[in-house]
């Protein structure tokens, strides 16, 4: 990891960890988390949002006076838009879309769940989902969420991020492992 990577995910670290326990002590983790929806909803819309979290143009009376109305607009806890104002405050709004991969994790960890990024070729029906999700339960004991996407060229199979670790059955896998044993061959 880069070193500014590094320190803005720290920074979106401690952030996310105060968030964390301020929600869970107040038992508002349900009111973080569909907070987290609508941030991360506004992220991927908006490109004025996201230019308000990293632009260096606005002052931060300017940062914050729209984080502030923008947290009353998208009906945010105000554990969530009192961190937000604060964060731009402090010039630190850039680590928001780290801020909530961070708050995520935390709230899975918490609720004993954790997330798997599945890619397929095609669409995964409703029995293949529950089948791999039931599968993936028993081989890491927590219950597991499926964000799942479609790559068509994968060809056929799976490929499947837990955490640190992949298992990757995908036909194009194993079409490019027998071309690398046979160029070592001849």
Known sequence: MSEPASISSGIAQRYATAVFEL???QKK???VESDLDSLEAALAQSGDFRNLLSSPVYTREEQAD????LSAKMSLSPI???TLVLMASKR???VVPQLVRALREAIAEDKGEVSAEVVSAKALTKAQDEK???T???RFGKTVKINAT???TLIGGLVVKVGSKMIDTSIRSQLDSLQNAMKEVG
Request: charged fraction near 30%; hydrophobic fraction near 55%; charge should be positive.
């Open 80 to 82: 969530m838009g009192n």
């Open 132 to 134: 791999l999700a039931k």
């Open 150 to 152: 479609v790559d068509e």
């Open 92 to 94: 630190r709004l850039f």
């Open 23 to 25: 929600a869970k002590d």
């Open 136 to 138: 993936l339960k028993a």
């Open 66 to 69: 729209a984080i502030s109305a």
């Open 29 to 31: 983790l349900s009111a």
